[in-house]
């Protein structure tokens, strides 16, 4: 019996080119912290460092600590405190820029709505590499809160990141829901869709839609807002 239901954000209740969206956040990133002697080539090489480091993250700690860690073993313990002195700060006034490289659906508050009119626990389940504030940034571009949401992952409150499973172990462990009993709606192939490895249902969402690996979509319910809110309807 469907108990829970996983949303996405990015590309999912927040339309966006990922590709467009990155370029601008490491732009805005560069220039803030240009100012703090930070050179823009080894600060984002960093943060895909940081990326690629929380993505590795084997669950015996938050992706937050995975992520300074390896700031440190670049930037040193000086500026690396200096770098999170200034990182809210960034997240809170300059990153909201980038907002401009996003869309906005208000099908997407629809369809949030609906699940939870429906009955079913809500969860935003986004790829755990942002901190709080930037999530919660992104929540607000899409029309949403964190309130909105029973749960919503950030890098300091999780420890495995997409497209590892245990992320989505993880999630349906702090409800003690079975796996069987959730729904992940995203819009990402790879990282979305590897939830049915564990027994989760899915739904792939195509209106932003990422298939790197050119996979067949027919193997998953797939479509539109209106297409993901009948589902729902019929689930």
């Known amino acids: 019996m469907m108990k829970m239901i996983l949303f ?12 467009a969206f990155t370029k601008a956040y490491f732009k805005l ?8 002697g930070f050179e823009a080539k080894p600060l984002i090489d960093t943060i895909w460092a940081g ?13 937050e600590a995975v992520f300074w ?7 040193g313990t000086e500026k690396t405190l200096l770098a999170k002195t200034h990182f809210n700060d960034f997240y809170t006034k300059d990153f909201n820029e980038a ?21 079913y626990r809500v969860v935003l389940a986004t790829n755990p590499i942002f901190p709080k504030v930037a999530t919660e940034n992104r929540t607000r571009w899409a029309g949403l809160s964190f309130d909105d949401f029973e ?26 829901v079975n796996e069987e009993d959730c729904l992940m709606i995203g819009n990402d192939v ?10 989760m249902k899915t739904f792939l969402l195509t209106n932003c839609l990422i298939n790197t690996e050119q996979r067949d979509i027919s193997a998953y319910p797939n479509g539109d807002f209106d297409q993901l809110i009948h589902y729902l309807e019929h689930i």
């Open 8 to 19: 996405d954000l990015d590309g999912t209740l927040l339309p966006m080119d990922q590709e």
């Open 29 to 36: 990133l560069a220039a803030k912290f240009a100012s703090y």
């Open 51 to 63: 990326t690629a480091a929380m993505v590795k993250n084997d669950g015996s700690r938050n992706n």
């Open 69 to 75: 860690e390896m700031f440190e073993k670049t930037f």
């Open 99 to 119: 907002k401009s490289c996003c869309g906005y659906n208000p099908k997407a508050i629809q369809a949030v709505k609906k699940a939870k009119q429906l009955g």
């Open 151 to 176: 749960l919503c992952t950030t890098y300091e409150n999780t420890c495995y990141c997409k497209p590892n499973p245990e992320y989505y172990r993880d999630i349906a462990k702090r409800f003690a």
């Open 190 to 199: 790879s990282e979305d869709m590897i939830a049915a490895s564990i027994g």
